[in-house]
């Protein structure tokens, strides 16, 4: 009966049916925004192209209860879902837009709120392209930089950890090597359609069971030379950076491969079970970042997403 109470209580209001007077009652220090942000994207033949934004969705929702519950004082404003996003996967079906301009949109929405005052927009968002990632923190650090505003995106940070086998992320999931998101599991395996069977279960096509499981392939060109460049780097000691461009390798082998497939991963090892775990830790490293913003107010939260080092590559055309 209480938790229904608190439900009951809990409103969260739609930016775009605001009025004028409506958004200049809102305590700034007390409104907390939240949008979803993710490309529309090819996920292999059991999920739909908007997978990314279908799963934000979700997180996004969870977002705001869990955080209703350690502040109930919280006031929350979902802005309209953003169907943008960097690095989609090349193959056609996808829509991708340069890391620059997700960077621009992002800045500019984050600059808009802040001149009215409000300070925090937090970000859901479910795809793992690095200039995708780059181009959201980049956008997060100049709001900081330049109006002392907070845009957060903690799957900057949830994918490292997934690729990387964070331990305290893994632990928290429960999940293993192969079936968490990471490398293996990069796109449409079991991780993701774990997720959307939680999170969308009436999109996840029927026979995805059958969907046959996609293999790395081998290094070969491009992918092979950055991957001999990450254990350079790794040998002079830049441990962060060289496992970094060692996930870069892999992702290229996948995409620069001739008979690429459109996943990666076995969707047909996905369980419900596996999708509420990963969202929980999800919930978990989000509610750690977001309350790093809300008990300071003076101190910038940074994410380091994966091949920050190399941002520049954020300027490449797609």
Same mark, same amino acid.
């Given at each position: 009966?209480e938790e229904?109470?608190?439900?009951?209580?809990?409103?969260?209001?739609?930016?775009v049916e605001m009025?004028?007077?409506?958004?200049?009652?809102?305590?700034?220090?007390k409104?907390?925004?939240?949008?979803?942000?993710?490309p529309?994207?090819?996920?292999?033949?059991?999920l739909?192209?908007g997978t990314?934004?279908?799963?934000?969705?979700?997180?996004? !929702?969870r977002?705001?209860?869990?955080?209703? $519950?350690?502040?109930? &004082?919280?006031?929350?404003?979902k802005?309209?879902s953003?169907?943008?996003?960097?690095?989609?996967?090349?193959?056609?079906g996808?829509?991708s837009?340069?890391?620059?301009?997700?960077e621009?949109?992002?800045?500019?929405?984050?600059?808009?709120?802040?001149?009215q005052?409000?300070?925090?927009?937090?970000?859901?968002?479910?795809?793992?392209g690095p200039r995708?990632q780059?181009?959201v923190?980049?956008a997060a !650090?100049?709001?900081?930089?330049?109006?002392r505003?907070?845009l957060?995106?903690?799957?900057?940070?949830?994918?490292?950890y997934m690729?990387?086998h964070?331990?305290?992320? #893994?632990?928290?999931?429960s999940l293993?090597?192969?079936?968490?998101?990471d490398d293996?599991d990069c796109?449409?395996?079991?991780?993701?359609?774990s997720?959307?069977?939680?999170?969308?279960?009436?999109?996840?096509? &029927?026979?995805? !069971?059958?969907? $046959?499981?996609s293999?790395?392939?081998?290094? !070969?060109?491009a992918?092979?030379?950055v991957?001999?460049?990450a254990?350079f780097?790794?040998?002079?000691?830049?441990?962060?950076?060289?496992?970094?461009?060692?996930?870069?390798?892999?992702?290229?082998?996948?995409?620069?491969?001739p008979?690429?497939?459109p996943?990666?991963?076995?969707?047909?090892?996905?369980?419900?079970?596996?999708?509420?775990?990963?969202?929980?830790?999800?919930?978990?490293?989000?509610?750690e970042?977001?309350?790093?913003?809300?008990?300071?107010?003076?101190?910038?939260v940074?994410?380091?997403? #994966?091949?920050?080092?190399?941002?520049?590559m954020k $300027?490449?055309?797609?």
């Amino acid at each position: 009966m209480e938790e229904k109470a608190e439900r009951k209580d809990f409103e969260v209001m739609e930016y775009v049916e605001m009025s004028l007077p409506e958004l200049r009652a809102l305590d700034p220090g007390k409104t907390v925004f939240m949008i979803s942000v993710s490309p529309i994207e090819v996920h292999g033949p059991h999920l739909p192209v908007g997978t990314d934004v279908f799963i934000s969705d979700d997180l996004a !929702r969870r977002y705001m209860e869990e955080l209703h $519950k350690r502040r109930p &004082e919280l006031v929350f404003v979902k802005l309209p879902s953003l169907y943008v996003g960097s690095d989609a996967l090349p193959v056609a079906g996808s829509l991708s837009v340069p890391a620059v301009h997700l960077e621009g949109v992002l800045t500019a929405y984050g600059k808009g709120l802040a001149r009215q005052g409000f300070r925090y927009l937090f970000v859901a968002d479910n795809h793992g392209g690095p200039r995708h990632q780059m181009g959201v923190e980049a956008a997060a !650090r100049t709001l900081w930089r330049k109006h002392r505003f907070y845009l957060i995106d903690p799957f900057g940070a949830d994918f490292r950890y997934m690729v990387q086998h964070d331990p305290k992320f #893994m632990s928290r999931t429960s999940l293993g090597p192969g079936v968490c998101g990471d490398d293996p599991d990069c796109h449409a395996g079991t991780n993701e359609t774990s997720l959307m069977l939680v999170c969308s279960p009436e999109r996840v096509r &029927e026979g995805f !069971r059958n969907v $046959k499981a996609s293999l790395p392939p081998a290094r !070969r060109g491009a992918a092979a030379f950055v991957g001999g460049l990450a254990a350079f780097v790794r040998l002079l000691g830049g441990s962060t950076l060289g496992r970094d461009l060692d996930h870069l390798a892999n992702t290229l082998a996948w995409v620069s491969d001739p008979d690429m497939i459109p996943y990666m991963g076995d969707p047909g090892r996905a369980t419900r079970e596996a999708g509420e775990a990963m969202l929980a830790a999800r919930v978990e490293v989000a509610m750690e970042l977001f309350e790093r913003a809300l008990a300071s107010g003076t101190e910038p939260v940074h994410i380091q997403p #994966m091949l920050w080092g190399v941002r520049i590559m954020k $300027k490449m055309p797609e």
